[in-house]
């Protein structure tokens, strides 16, 4: 699972320049997030039964628009 800060933007990247395949995407509003799971499967596979490596880009809505929002990298001591 990886998080970003814009949906759009990272689709873009996976889908039309590592050309993989969003196989599923989960929207749930009432919580914030959407999830998008990409493969380099056929697109109309279920990313839960595909033998081939599946990424799930979640993505908590708003953060696209908040300029001082960022994911903290796991190595920064701040």
Do not use: C, W
């Amino acid at each position: 699972m990886l998080r970003v800060k814009d949906a759009k933007k990272s689709l873009h990247f996976y889908r039309d320049i590592l050309g993989m395949n969003l196989s599923k995407t989960i929207d749930l509003p009432q919580y914030k997030f959407s999830l998008n799971f990409l493969t380099h499967a056929p697109a109309d596979s279920d990313p839960m039964n595909v033998f081939e490596p599946v990424i799930e880009l979640t993505h908590n809505h708003g953060t696209e628009d908040d300029e001082a929002f960022k994911y903290h990298n796991g190595n920064d001591t701040d």
